[in-house]
């Protein structure tokens, strides 16, 4: 869109989070809540974005230090929504055009609600356009008074509303377009005469009303998108919806969701069709899951990288991992970041992983640690065995070849190297490398002793 720049306000503490972290950093469905405003004005092409900072300024500019488009403007004191505008004049001085104003604490709100607004007010070269919605329980909203003719007045704010003016079901939204000259020639002359003693961004329609200039309201057909977060139930509520559209996003694009009210599925995760999640899952972080795959009942996976045709089973959490095409993993199985398991690898209940590559075919399927290990292909680990990567210091390798069998109950003190097609016999302990093409075996011999029997007290 042509000529509309953005602020974005988030100078306030949000004192009912009742947290230490500053509101618009609470994260809502794995990216902080200011990210939702600041993408809906990018997406709709707004040039700068300029985000007004005050509590804890430097933690909310430094995640967005990377971004270009992005300026911040420090508002010490919040004096009110006029007064963290005006504090905008300067980043805002060479621009010219349509000043999109939104709140950090709106996650729900969509760009195309955002196009529609902008049009609004650019068709009808209006002063100011606010965006407003008809709330059932309107309490705590700014109101939209109007006239008879139903043109609009000014903005009440709950504190400062009269009995009847308290009946008024239209609220502000907190969200408006205004034409930049009009903005900052009007924003110096508004008062904090009010029941807050804040300079109220809301008094400049009146002040457009006042001076004759068009001054219009774009009602929102969906209450729902404009609500804002100002308590951690409400963060809840919100995060709710948006994970709602994001697991609707995902059924329609032929993801299967058992019971999407149970699944949990962050911002940013892709998912192929014709894969499955059960209930109670979480994924998160920046994973990609490919088609065909199963996701079980209560797994928990974050940033993982899932070929086509993986099973993870019940209760396994994954993290940091990849797993290449037909994997299965679990019932109960931990894979830990730098886990790299090749096709068709199978790891059963009860195994950990850490910063391994297991080649192609290769099966863990029982009670097992693995930690900084190369594995290579069609290798079966036997139930109970260990890496011991670790010798209280430093952290040390062991490689087993290609068609290598460990038996059960092994334990492979690193740094160690199994060669290719050999067998360690059950219960070893290996200390020192093993040949290719041979059997390792360090077992005590068995000792049985005639006619002993345990004698009890
Ligand atoms: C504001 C509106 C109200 C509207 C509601 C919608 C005013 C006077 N009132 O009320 O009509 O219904 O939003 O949610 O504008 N902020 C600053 N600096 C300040 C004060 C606020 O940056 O000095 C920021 C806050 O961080 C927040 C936003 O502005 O992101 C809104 O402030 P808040 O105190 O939540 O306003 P409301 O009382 O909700
Ligand atoms: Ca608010």
Known sequence: MDNV?????????????????????????GRPMIDYPVTAARTVGAKPVVLVVGHQAEAVEGHFSA???????????????????????EALSGFSGTVLILCG?????????????????????????VLTAIMDDPF??????????????????????????????????????????????NIGSVGSDNAQQ?????????????????????ASDDAEEIMGVNDLSQLAEAARCLRRRINLG???????????????????????????????CRISGKTVIGSNCVIDSDVSICDCLIADNCHIKAGSVLEGSELLEAVAVGPMAHLRPGTVLHAHVKIGNFVETKKIVMGE????????????????????????????????????RTVIGDGVFIGSDVQLVAPVTVGKNSLVAAGTTVTIDVPP?????????????????????
């Open 250 to 280: 995902l059924m329609l694009s032929g993801v299967t969701i058992v019971d999407p009210a149970q699944t949990y599925i962050d911002h940013g995760v892709v998912i192929g069709a014709d894969t499955t999640v059960h209930p109670n």
């Open 105 to 129: 604490d709106t996650p729900l709100l969509r760009a195309e609600t955002l196009k529609r607004l902008i049009d609004f007010h650019q068709a009808r070269k209006a002063s100011v356009t």
């Open 140 to 185: 705590g909203y700014g109101r939209v008074v109007r006239d008879n003719s139903g043109k609009v007045l000014r903005i009440v704010e709950q504190k400062d509303a009269a009995p009847e003016e308290r009946e008024i079901r239209e609220i502000n939204s907190g969200i408006y377009c205004m034409d930049s000259a009009f903005l900052f020639e």
């Open 361 to 396: 075919g290769s099966k863990a399927s029982h009670l097992t640690y693995l930690g900084d290990a190369e594995i290579g292909s069609d290798v079966n680990i036997g139930c109970g065995t260990i890496t011991c990567n670790y010798d209280g210091v430093n952290k040390h």
């Open 5 to 29: 720049a953005a602020i974005i306000l988030a100078a306030g503490k949000g004192t009912r989070m009742k947290s230490g972290l500053v509101k618009v950093l609470h994260p809502a469905v």
């Open 198 to 218: 804040e300079f109220y961004l809301t008094d400049l329609l009146a002040v457009a009303v006042g001076k004759g200039l068009a001054c219009q309201a774009l």
């Open 437 to 457: 093409d041979s059997l390792a075996l360090s077992r005590v011999p068995q000792v049985n002793k005639d006619g002993w029997r345990l004698k009890k007290k």
């Open 67 to 89: 971004a270009e488009d992005i300026r911040c403007v420090l508002q010490k004191e919040q004096l009110g929504t006029g007064h963290a505008v005006a504090c905008t004049r």
